[in-house]
């Protein structure tokens, strides 16, 4: 049986690159802009407060688990929200070397991260208050909002980082069919 390979249009414009040679004046033609880093960074922690947010709400379908069980993971979440708070804040900071994407991106990310944080700041207080209460109405739906809402945006931050690859790559792919038509 005969195997056959299919060159993708990136590797073969790469291989193109590669023969005709990139000018120096292209060299850093592709690299990410640091608003770019910042949303990929937020992305990964946007990740990690899903991950936790999720933890949290499968703990609403076990009783049996202490309060403090819950209080860990939420402190664990409690954190992985400050680091993503600092990092959105320098986003933020950085609106006037942003693409106009990337500012939409911060616009939108903004009431997500604070209503994770005020839901996050309420389940501390109930836990606080209500160590022996915790399958209660009210801590439940905390705890399942932020499951959702956390996993809004992490999928949210993804698609704009996505964005910003994919335009990367076609401005990379552009400058190669351009140079290799000269």
Same mark, same amino acid.
């Given at each position: 049986?005969? !195997? ?22 292209? =060299?850093?033609?592709g690299e990410e802009s640091p608003?770019? =880093? ?22 609403? $379908?076990?009783?049996?688990l202490s309060w403090e069980t819950?209080? @860990? ?5 409690? @954190?992985?929200?400050?680091? +993503?708070? !600092?990092?959105?804040? =320098? ?15 911060? @616009? ?11 839901n996050t700041t309420s389940a ?8 022996? $209460?915790? +399958?209660? !109405? ?23 980082? @996505?964005?910003?690859?994919? =335009?990367? $790559? ?13």
């Amino acid at each position: 049986m005969k !195997k056959h390979y299919m060159i993708g249009v990136t590797t073969f414009a790469c291989l193109l690159a590669a023969i005709a040679g990139v000018p120096p004046s292209l =060299k850093g033609a592709g690299e990410e802009s640091p608003v770019s =880093k910042l949303l990929a960074e937020a992305k990964t922690q946007a990740y990690a407060i899903s991950v936790d947010a999720s933890q949290l709400e499968s703990y609403t $379908r076990e009783p049996t688990l202490s309060w403090e069980t819950h209080a @860990d993971e939420i402190s664990l979440m409690k @954190d992985d929200i400050n680091r +993503t708070a !600092k990092t959105i804040e =320098k986003l933020n900071a950085s609106r006037s070397e942003a693409a106009p994407w990337q500012v939409a991106a911060i @616009d939108r990310i903004i009431p997500f991260m604070q209503e994770i944080a005020g839901n996050t700041t309420s389940a501390i207080e109930y836990i606080n208050k209500y160590q022996s $209460r915790l +399958t209660m !109405k009210e801590y439940t739906d905390y705890l399942e909002s932020n499951s959702d809402l956390s996993s809004n945006l992490a999928g949210l931050i993804a698609h704009y980082v @996505d964005y910003g690859n994919a =335009k990367n $790559r076609y401005g990379n792919l552009k400058r190669t069919i351009e140079l290799s038509a000269k």
